[in-house]
């Protein structure tokens, strides 16, 4: 159903998902075939997805939370008095500033919102371990009640703790983490098997080189990959394939296998 429902949209924003696990391959191909206007919002930029994206909101890491807030100041309408409470009470100015998101750039979604017919808000399985589910999961439950979005959710898991919502008390957010330093963005797709893809840039603040053979450190773990420059990158947010405790994004050190 969810693919009926993204292939009949004309205006699509997507969170919490850069596409890149394997089990998304099927949506991936579906969004890359899209026509309309399509707002993809993600701290890691696809490079596949370049052709087809009108516009690229790109955030700060762990800032989800943030991001809803501006997603329900943004999209939503006839609120109740507690909501609209809520919303008068936010601090746009600081979330935007500190989850790197524009409120121009919202601005500009909602004109592409409110020139759309059908209207879908995808939410990926970012957010699955984010330390702030909890009020994450109540703010999408509302965003789904008071705008016009159709809501497709790519974890199922996430899926049925929203329809499993019965109240609509959002917790004032918490101060936005900042995630500073060198991070991994942790997937489950082939073809990061053997390696940590990155930016030049991260090349350099890692002290690392292209195809250099490193250890990933990150909390206890320590796993053996090549290290490989990816032009499709930038910033300091690589991409590997791993499983890992809590949020999939982490903070990590590299160091080089034979130094």
């Known amino acids: ?43 890691i930029d696809n490079n596949e997805l370049k052709s087809v994206y009108s516009q690229f909101i790109k955030y700060e890491v762990g800032s989800e939370e943030g991001i809803c807030t501006m997603l329900l100041d943004t999209f939503t309408q006839n609120i109740d008095s507690n909501l609209n409470d809520f919303i008068e009470d936010l601090d746009i100015g600081y979330i935007s500033a500190e989850s790197s998101a524009g409120e121009e750039e919202f601005e500009e979604a909602l004109q592409k919102y409110q020139e759309a017919s059908s209207r879908t808000l995808i939410v990926g399985s970012d957010i699955k371990n984010h330390p702030r589910i909890e009020n994450i999961l109540k703010l999408l439950f509302v965003i789904k009640k008071y705008s016009d979005f159709n809501l497709v959710v790519l974890d199922k898991e996430i899926e049925n703790s929203i329809n499993e919502i019965n109240d609509e008390n959002v917790e004032e957010i918490d101060d936005l983490s900042s995630y500073d330093g060198t991070i991994s963005y942790f997937v489950s797709n082939d073809e990061y098997v053997d390696n940590i893809n990155a930016s030049q840039s991260f090349s350099r603040i890692a002290k690392v080189q292209d195809n250099d053979e490193v250890y990933v450190c990150f909390d206890d773990k320590k796993l053996k990959k090549i290290f490989k420059i990816d032009e499709n990158l930038s910033g ?24």
């Open 236 to 259: 300091t947010v690589a991409i590997t394939n791993d499983t890992c405790d809590g949020y999939n994004f982490k903070k990590v050190k590299l160091l080089k296998v034979n130094a």
């Open 1 to 43: 159903m969810s693919m009926d429902v993204i292939k009949n949209s004309d205006f699509i924003i997507s969170l919490a998902t850069c596409f890149k696990n394997d089990n998304e391959k099927k949506i991936l191909e579906d969004i890359k075939s899209f026509e309309g206007q399509f707002v993809f919002m993600h701290p």
